[in-house]
């Protein structure tokens, strides 16, 4: 097999995107009837689950949670031992910051950080 010039590879992965997106959205589209038909009433979080012709289904209803972190922050000391035991704090690396470092303090915080490398992102663009 001859292997595929970079104009062929460029339109066999713009073809398989076109499918793999169509995919995804006709996938959505079934979720969210199976989430319709499944919910049960004023149900906001929790796992509803049917059996139906050899096939069990559950559907998981969730909530997203953000916090106000700057005034969390500033309200923390008023806060009761059980409503602050509500929230995590999770660590996060300033990427602008990290690089910025260098000697002793860029070991410093290299001693806290795991790194792997991530997946390549590709983006073609009509040009």
């Known amino acids: ?3 595929m010039s ?10 398989a995107k076109r499918a793999e997106d169509a995919a995804v959205a006709a996938r ?3 979720d969210a009837e199976l989430a319709l038909l499944l919910k049960e ?7 509803v689950s049917a059996k139906e012709n ?14 106000d972190t700057d005034k969390l922050q500033a309200d923390w000391s008023q806060l ?5 035991a509500a929230f995590k704090w ?8 990290l690089r910025k470092l260098v000697g002793a303090d860029a070991q410093a915080a290299a001693a806290y950080i795991t790194t792997k490398p991530a997946t390549p992102s ?6």
Request: aromatic letters at 4%; charged letters at 30%.
């Open 1 to 3: 097999m001859k292997p």
């Open 6 to 15: 970079l104009t062929e590879l460029i339109a066999a992965r713009i073809a």
């Open 28 to 30: 959505r589209e079934v």
């Open 41 to 47: 009433r004023d149900m906001l979080e929790g796992t």
């Open 54 to 67: 050899g096939f069990k289904i559950s559907v998981t209803y969730k909530v997203d949670r953000k916090v």
């Open 80 to 84: 009761s031992p059980a409503a602050s």
């Open 90 to 97: 999770k660590a996060d690396v300033s990427v602008s910051a």
């Open 122 to 127: 590709i983006t073609i663009e009509a040009i």
